[in-house]
């Protein structure tokens, strides 16, 4: 892959706390302590940063578009604050029982990522902390990371029954997103840009 790395984020559970009751407004709305400081720090090391969430809320009636739109904005305002950048959300607005191609753990919205930027997702980070997450990732091919917060430790579990097969008998685990940015400086991967 040409030009600057990728790197895949789920939404709830990865960047901001989740919530079994659906994050319904942007005052509902609440990162995950160090989440938005380690996305600038992916931006400052020029990875080009994307999320790819389902939102099934707008199925279930709980949230209008229009209020996804403005949580998804006072997440960008803060993480703009700290010198970061998201540059797309991808998510899925349909309900379980819609039988869209896009809802996780079916790849839809990878492969809609795939399509706009115009390259494989082929061994690219996608991070998040559900199974489905990580179903989605390995179905083109991206390489899944598990993160604890979240439902990472209910994850953790299912992975370890073998519910993932062997494709993801291997996952890496990280305590939560700033663990793994802070693997990939240790690593070399995370060269800040001066």
């Known amino acids: 892959m040409h030009g600057k790395r990728i790197v895949i984020l789920d939404r709830d559970g990865v960047i901001n706390e989740d919530s079994d009751d659906f994050i319904k407004s942007p005052e509902e709305w609440h990162a995950l302590p160090g989440s938005l400081e380690a996305i600038s720090r992916l931006c400052k090391a020029e990875f080009r940063v994307f999320v790819v969430s389902n939102q099934s809320g707008v199925a279930r009636g709980l949230l209008t578009l229009n209020t996804l739109n403005r949580i998804h904005q006072k997440m960008l305002d803060q993480l703009h604050a700290l010198g970061g950048e998201i540059e797309g959300i991808l998510f899925c607005p349909h309900g379980p029982e819609e039988s869209c191609q896009c809802r996780k753990p079916l790849p839809g919205l990878f ?84």
């Open 111 to 194: 492969v809609d990522l795939q399509q706009r930027l115009k390259t494989s997702l082929q061994n690219v980070d996608a991070i998040g902390d559900s199974l489905r997450d990580l179903q989605a990732a390995a179905a083109v091919s991206a390489r899944p990371v598990l993160v604890k917060t979240g439902k990472g430790q209910k994850t953790i579990k299912q992975l370890a029954s073998g519910e993932g097969g062997a494709i993801l008998s291997d996952v890496p685990v990280f305590d939560d997103l700033a663990d793994y940015v802070e693997s990939l400086r240790s690593s070399g991967a995370l060269e800040m840009v001066r």
